[in-house]
């Protein structure tokens, strides 16, 4: 049983960079053919879609946030990092880490998701 689980500050200033990081557990984030993935949900929207790390280390990001966004992995801790830069208060949201099987569109397993608030 694969699971996920997000850690990191719930509450980052303006203009400062939000950093989560998510551990797996249960297999290997180097498994082919699974992408890893972090989505958010705002208060009151859906889900939005921030970027992959696939298998092989190559990374995806959604066009609207790609500027802002690096996701990186450390292998031997089987974790992937998010990092976005210049936060406003519109990036809070609850922040979730998700599998992906690269052959379809879906995320099969997900972390329980941890709350961000983006405030002086």
């Known amino acids: 049983q694969v699971q996920l689980q997000e850690s990191g500050p719930g509450l980052v200033k303006p203009s400062q960079t939000l950093s989560l990081t998510c551990t797996v557990s249960?297999?290997?984030?180097?498994?082919?053919?699974?992408?890893w993935s972090w989505i958010r949900q705002p208060p009151g929207k859906g889900l939005e879609w921030i970027g992959d790390?696939?298998?092989?280390?190559?990374?995806y990001y959604s066009p609207s946030l790609k500027s802002r966004t690096s996701i990186s992995r450390d292998t031997s801790k089987n974790q992937f990092t998010l990092q976005l830069t210049s936060v406003t208060p519109e990036d809070t949201a609850v922040y979730y880490c998700?599998?992906?099987?690269?052959?379809?569109?879906?995320?099969?397993?997900w972390g329980q998701g941890t709350q961000v608030t983006v405030s002086s």
């Open positions: 998700a599998r992906r099987d690269t052959k379809l569109p879906v995320w099969d397993y």
């Open positions: 249960g297999g290997s984030i180097t498994t082919n053919y699974y992408s």
């Open positions: 790390i696939a298998y092989s280390g190559s990374t």
